[in-house]
């Protein structure tokens, strides 16, 4: 295969973008996690390799299954016209909730119509994680972090599909099994419908299973263990449905329960943002996150640890990537590694592995 060996620093099959390549600071820790994943989306799509998308069935149970790269991203990602859009308002959502636009982390759009093709959520992730690497290598997991804002785009996405009179009836009857709750921000009114509540949402997950979309894309990058060294077969990509970002607050029963922990909140919010869309059309996202915090930091939704992620990703491409290290210099161009900061992990394993871009 024929990569593209410019002399100017670069990433593969990004020919338009919001960021700059030449410039030092596109880079940066934060950037790089968002831009080197949607190359490696693109080098594995010129390699016939799909991502493994992970979803849902009727009975809210976790499948693997492939999504083609032009079904994830909505275009060719080699195409002339894609043209990738970093930290981004993406415009099919903002009907729905309020305040000022939340970005999210790749929005791809067609560069000659301008046209909006799809809004995802970045997660670069390093296998194994800290509560997996003592463990034998085929129980390695990864940790998942969830900001609120993830959140919002899932309601969003909810909200998409029940945006018709009689839909968005059909999503009050699903809301409508829990008892009315005057105040929402006290942890004793709500705690006792948390079971009705997820039941609730589950209802709405098991009706929409046909129609769940791809919302977070989760590049996995292998090292040895705890040591900091790229194993030879080392990069992936996973794709998380909507649907099955819920199912990340479920493995816990919920019965019974008199904690609220972060998975139960996540669920609380997502059920409080579809109940204000029904009710007024819109919902206040800020709003619902910082009156319902039941005493937990914002600062994330949720972060699923490895012992818990393995129990969704564990497959053959967990134990064994499909692109190799010395494939990096084919997504990474032009000297790119040279304008790497090694301010996160990722980062400081490829300063530090000169030897695959020989």
Same mark, same amino acid.
Not at 186 to 190: C, D
Not at 247 to 259: P, R, V
Not at 326 to 340: R, T
């Given at each position: ?8 620093p ?6 338009? @973008? ?13 950037q ?13 799509? @010129? ?16 499948i693997?299954? @492939? ?8 275009i ?12 981004a ?8 909730y ?5 970005k ?9 119509t ?20 003592s463990?034998d ?19 969003c ?11 968005k ?16 921000e ?5 705690l006792p ?9 589950l209802s ?6 046909e ?8 590049p ?11 194993k ?14 819920i ?13 609220l ?21 819109t919902?206040d ?7 319902? @915090? ?7 939704a ?5 012992t ?17 290290k ?22 400081a ?7 695959i871009?020989?």
């Open positions: 295969m024929n990569f593209n060996k410019t002399k100017q670069g990433l593969f099959g990004q020919k338009h @973008s919001s960021r700059d390549y030449t410039k030092a600071e596109c880079w940066g820790k934060n790089f996690n968002s831009s080197f994943p949607a190359s490696l989306v693109a080098y594995m799509y @010129s390699k016939g390799l799909k991502p493994i998308y992970v979803k849902t069935t009727t009975n809210n149970e976790i693997h299954d @492939s999504i083609d790269q032009i079904e994830l991203l909505g060719d990602p080699l195409s002339d016209d894609a043209y990738y859009n970093f930290e308002g993406f415009s099919p959502y903002e009907i729905y309020l305040g000022e636009r939340e999210i982390d790749l929005v791809m759009m067609n560069s000659k301008n046209e909006v093709l799809s809004g995802l959520e970045v997660k670069l992730t390093a296998l194994p994680d800290n509560t997996t690497k463990l290598e085929s129980l390695w997991g990864t940790e998942i972090v969830m900001r609120p804002p993830t959140i919002c785009f899932l309601a996405s909810i909200c998409a599909n029940f945006n018709t009179l009689d839909s009836e059909r999503l009050r009857s699903f809301l409508q099994i829990v008892p009315q709750i005057n105040h929402w006290e942890i004793e009114e709500v419908h948390y079971e009705q509540i997820l039941s609730s949402i709405i997950s098991a009706d929409m299973t129609k769940q979309k791809p919302l977070i894309i989760q996995i990058w292998k090292t040895e263990g705890s040591k900091m060294r790229l030879e077969e080392c990069l992936d990509v996973f794709v998380w449905s909507n649907l099955s970002v199912q990340m607050c479920c493995t816990e029963d919920a019965s019974n329960i008199n904690k922990n972060r998975f139960h909140r996540t669920i609380i919010w997502l059920y409080k943002m579809l109940l204000d869309y029904v009710t007024y059309n919902f996202y800020k709003r619902i996150i910082r009156l319902l @915090s039941y005493n937990l930091a914002n600062d994330k949720f972060a699923l640890p490895g818990k992620s393995y129990h969704f990703l564990k497959c053959k491409e967990i134990l064994k990537p499909r692109i190799s010395y494939e990096i210099k084919n997504i990474i161009l032009g000297g790119g590694q040279d304008l790497l900061s090694p301010e996160r992990r990722f980062d394993v490829l300063v530090n592995s000169p030897d871009f020989e």
